[in-house]
């Protein structure tokens, strides 16, 4: 009898709205080799198999429907290149979440042979802690290096020198693959080819499982891994002018226990600069002026290996092991001339001076890495270790021959100069995230750090046959650094609501001392960083609040004191007296999704103390700049974000920032309280022609900006490319131009007491590239595998 009023009583309370919901979840990888599956589509059927609920799984595999569910039900999975599932789903009235744990799917190779790809995914989607960018096919992003590709993202910008910024803000944290790399210091970013990245992170305020660094915020690029099973790989070869010559093989090969991965990089370039300089001094008593003009020639050669491998012990625990080697040898040259003239409207000159300087450079940076992963049945349930082990080494030579042409011809005495440099990083972190139900996680980490550099540097002077220590120039500098780190989070969600709590802990103990004991200084810096991710999810739109504590440390560039003598009139040196600044962060974004529109409008307001700028000041004739603390900087702005597909073959995206900051503070009794508005907006179009032909153009532009010493003018530049594919779709062929009709030029005026100094500076011409690409066993190049961990610079 009771059985019978439960049943009864189940069968009228849909009729009056109180009908149980019920969650499904559970996670989706590869069969063979046990890969997440992110964006697989989950479909929950009725009897007559109609979509009762549907949805798409995460980054991580994972999938959680809700909905009102009857007894006897069934669940598909299906995926691009994958074999559809469906399975019977059986719903119990006394559960109201049902967990099926992991689903595999099996590869489909027929299909992936006989079926094309047209569907893409979204370019721009919102995470609860990010947003995600997409490259996708477009033509700039097949050709160049990974430099290309983050110059076509949304919020991010990348100098002719290579210099990364994020919302106008260099102090920006680059990961790959979620890590640290040496990779992505001293433009060698430009060693990974554009076309093996599959998606750009940009994350403006980090949750704590993210190390503090970055007032900024992190751009995390993720590199493309193989998928298929057998042999896979492709062949690049790239030739352009100035001369950039590339060729870059690659293999893999996958079965069900292992996955072996390699890649190999040859790369020629050559660059070639302009700098000139009109400088005032003495300009309230007697005026003295010096124009200078720089021609800079530089080749690189560089070799890549990378190599490793992922053993499969069973269903749920991998191991990776792999070890990269960079080595790069530069081979610059600069001829400077140098006029000096005590009268701006007499053309005439005082005398000339002309300096010829040589350099050669070889870098060669190791990297051994090692993971574990285990999951469980539990979908969502993940426990990793990983360790890792760089070490650099470095040897720069100059050799500087100066001599005055006018009046009286003269030849002064040679310079030489040393930097030898080497780094040892130890690194290892082990995460677990432990999900509590279907929708909420706790997950929590720990990871220390530990590195060592050691730096020489030696500047001679000629006399006769002997060399002579030059102004005092000969000093071994060594920096140790160490950063433990612990975080917990925890995130849930609450029907359209879902939110991220978190907190992180950072010790970091750093350590300066030289042979001569001009620097002798030991730093502790101990804080925690909370953040919080909010999220509430509509039809087709989301909105988001977030709040991120950061932190900036100086870079070993920005502490290192000795400086570069090329130049007779500038030098840049480091200051190891600079201590960490503190980054406040808030940000509100938007996302709305139409039919062919994207719309994504966000704010935010940045409060960082002791806020770290360059300061130019002149002592003995030589100006000095030099990284500095000021009180602190405000900065508020807004940021837009359209994309729009009017049509198939079309695709136009449009952005812009604009943001106002205040600066206070002051130096050697100079008051650098300072306020400005900044500008910077982007305009990219793509163009599906026929014949398997692809056009795109981008068109960048930065506004004037200005600190209380500074002010640079108006920044644009134009990129274009062409791409076809050939021989059944195994190849691609692309011509593309970079900063087109040299219109990247960064001008500035510096002012200061009694001084103005005009710059223009040309890093790189216009570059013009050809590329051809050849897969085997690919349809695209989603197979290639690269480092995708690594420690530090």
Known sequence: MKNLIIS???????????????????????????????????????????????????????????????????????????????????????????????????????????????????????????????????????????????????????????????????????????????LTQNNALDQIAADQIERIEVITNPSSRYDAAGSAGIINIILKKNKKSGFSGQVRLVAGSPNDSRLNPSINFKSNKINIFSNFSIRSSDYEGLYTTNQSTNITSSPNFMDRVQNEDRHDDGKLLYLGADYFINEHETITAAFLKNATHDNDKTDLIYNYRSDSNNAASDSILKRHGKSLEKRDYSQFEFNYTRTFKKAAKKWTIDVQYDWWNSDKKWDLSTQRLSPDPLVYPGIRTRSTGNSKDFLAKSDFVQPLDSVSNLEFGIKTEIRKVSSDYLAEEQQDDDWIIYQNIDNDL?????????????????????????????????????????YNDQKNYNKLFPTVNLSYKFDASTLQLNYSKRIRRPSLYAIYPFNEVTDLNAQYIGNPDLNPSYTDAFEMAFLKTWKTFTFNPSVYYQYEKGYIQDY?????????????????????????????????????????NFYRFKQKGNYMGNNLDYSSDNFTARLSTQIKLPSKFSFQGRYNFRGAKRNAQTTNEALQSIDFGLSKLLLKDKATIVFDVTNAFNLRQNKSITTGTDYVIKDNSIPNAARYRLSFVYRFNLTDSKAIRQANEANRN
């Open 8 to 182: 009864i009583l189940l069968l009228f309370i849909p009729m009056f709205g109180m009908a149980q919901k019920t969650v499904i979840s559970g996670k989706v990888q590869d069969h063979n080799t046990k890969e997440v599956l992110p964006y697989v589509t989950v479909s929950i059927l009725d009897n007559a198999l109609k979509t009762v609920t549907a949805g798409v799984t995460d980054d991580r595999g994972i999938f959680s429907l809700e909905g009102v569910l009857n007894q006897q039900m069934s669940i598909s999975f299906s995926y691009v290149g994958y074999q559809n599932l469906v399975q019977p789903l059986e719903i119990k009235s006394e559960k109201n979440k049902i967990e099926l744990g992991t689903i595999n799917l099996i590869n489909d190779a027929v299909q992936l042979k006989t079926v094309e790809i047209n569907g893409q995914k979204p370019n721009i989607s919102l995470k609860l802690d990010k947003k995600v960018f997409e490259v996708g096919k477009d033509v700039l992003s097949q050709n160049g290096s990974a430099h290309d590709v983050l110059n076509g993202v949304p919020s991010v910008a990348v100098s002719p020198a290579g210099g990364i910024s994020l919302r106008g803000n260099s102090n920006v944290l680059v990961l790959i693959n979620g890590r640290q790399s040496g």
């Open 478 to 518: 060594d920096y140790s650094e160490t950063i433990t780190g612990a975080y917990v989070q925890f995130s849930d969600k609450i029907k359209a609501f879902n939110y991220m709590l978190g907190l992180r802990g950072e010790f970091t103990n750093i350590s300066i001392n030289d042979l001569n004991n001009t």
């Open 616 to 656: 130019t000041f002149r002592q003995d004739d030589i100006f000095l700049t030099m990284p500095i603390n000021i009180d602190y900087e405000i900065r508020s702005g807004i940021e837009l974000s359209t994309l729009y597909n009017p049509m198939k073959w079309l695709q136009v995206n449009a952005e812009m």
